[in-house]
């Protein structure tokens, strides 16, 4: 046999791409499971991006390849979108850089900025893919806490004890997921004076913001933040987008430049369709979110109430397009998952999968119609029956 790579042996399968596999399995088997644990928009994207789409399809060039760096007219609405939503100023030429969703750009960051042995500071709990691309570069995993007590926000007292000598890149992620905690200026603040007191790249990934939220967080709302930060953002949870794959990359021009550097290496630029559809989903205005979180809003009351059912805790001030509750049994949040799975066929995802500090939570999808949770609630509400 041909053996894969030592950094493949060290990486383990995403979780979501097994358990979904035997999630379709019970299905197939007639179990009528409805999944609240993946967070992939079910209501349709704008009518206007899609009539875009098709539009460009026809458009002379469409097939051909496309600049790395995107579209002038796509990175322009980029910029426009940063100022209309986060009054942030970045300019179009060389301070964005369109991706194929944020979690290329992960990727992307972590191959234009790591060596190997370098260290890398990774939310507990957190987005599984920080560490799997830090893992593939044969660097190394520092992961730091997250907890209820701090906010969901990492405590500096506990970083500045660290030895942080070989720390070259920070992962962060407000809104966070899977917590649902909004940003805190005041501590992230903080935390960019930490990074270039001691020369680590800070890297949010922020594809959260426009959901639920009444106060738009841009990192680049803070001072200082261009010198040592990234920026990370998607149009598949603010638009619906999830399986167009657009994304993009706000920062520095010396960051944006590296990071297309490894790019132009590994991809070319999006499908012009595409590309043309993003731009129009960029300029709409604020009451396509308006209605999307109407929608989100009602959805999330019958999660709460299905929490409650559960004994759950929650906070009821979390954003982003998850509840996150907390377990107050003697039970693990994994038994319950798989209670709630087997027995009553909702799929929803435990908290260790996003780390250990995700252990006594469960994490609920508000993709999922209310009439689907509906049927969720009243099936969980006879599971002590069981
Ligand atoms: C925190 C976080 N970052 C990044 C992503 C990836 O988003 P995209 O679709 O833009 O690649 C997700 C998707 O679920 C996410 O939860």
């Not at 206007?48 to 796509?74: C, I, M, P, R, S």
């Not at 709990?125 to 044969?138: D, E, R, V």
């Not at 922020?206 to 933040?225: C, H, R, W």
């Not at 929803?348 to 780390?355: C, Y």
Request: charged content about 25%; proline content about 4%; glycine content about 6%.
């Amino acid at each position: 046999m041909i053996s894969v790579s030592n950094r493949l042996q060290k990486t383990e399968e995403y979780y979501f791409s097994k358990k979904l596999r035997e999630v379709a399995q019970l299905k197939k088997a007639g179990k009528p499971i409805i999944n609240l644990g993946i967070g992939s928009p079910d209501l349709a994207p704008p009518q206007e991006v899609v009539d875009e789409l098709v539009k460009a399809t026809t458009q002379h060039g469409a097939y051909q390849y496309q600049a790395y760096k995107g579209l002038d007219e796509l990175r322009q609405a980029m910029c426009g979108f940063y100022g209309n939503q986060y009054a942030v100023q970045i300019d179009k030429e060389n301070e964005v850089l369109p991706l194929m969703g944020s979690k290329e750009g992960i990727s992307l960051i972590s191959m234009a900025f790591l060596n190997e042995g370098d260290q890398v500071l990774v939310p507990n709990p957190g987005y599984p893919t920080y560490q799997a691309a830090t893992k593939l570069l044969n660097a190394e995993l520092i992961s730091y806490d997250l907890t209820e007590g701090n906010a969901w926000h990492p405590d500096l007292e506990a970083l500045q004890k660290l030895d942080l000598a070989k720390v070259k890149l920070m992962w962060i992620n407000y809104p966070n997921m899977p917590t649902g905690q909004a940003a805190d200026r005041v501590k992230l603040q903080e935390l960019i004076h930490f990074a270039k007191a001691n020369k680590i790249l800070l890297v949010n990934d922020n594809p959260y913001s426009m959901v639920l939220t009444d106060d738009k967080f841009s990192i680049f709302q803070l001072e200082g933040a261009k010198e040592v930060c990234l920026e990370l953002n998607s149009l598949s949870k603010s638009y619906n987008l999830a399986g167009f794959r657009v994304g993009f990359l706000v920062g520095h021009s010396e960051f944006i430049s590296a990071v297309l550097k490894v790019k132009s290496n590994m991809d070319s630029g999006m499908f012009f369709p595409i590309q043309k559809a993003a731009t129009k989903a960029l300029e709409l205005k604020n009451d396509w979110f308006d209605a999307q979180n109407t929608v989100y809003k009602k959805r999330r009351a019958i999660l709460w109430e299905m929490c409650e059912t559960l004994n759950l805790s929650f906070d009821k001030s979390a954003v982003g397009l998850f509840v996150w509750g907390k377990v107050n049994s003697s039970q693990s949040a994994k038994e319950l998952a798989d209670e709630l799975l087997y027995k009553r066929n909702v799929f929803v995802t435990p908290g260790d999968v996003f780390g250990s500090n995700g252990s006594n939570y469960l994490r609920f999808s508000l993709c999922v119609s209310e009439e689907e949770l509906s049927i969720c609630k009243e099936r969980i509400s006879k599971l002590e029956t069981v």
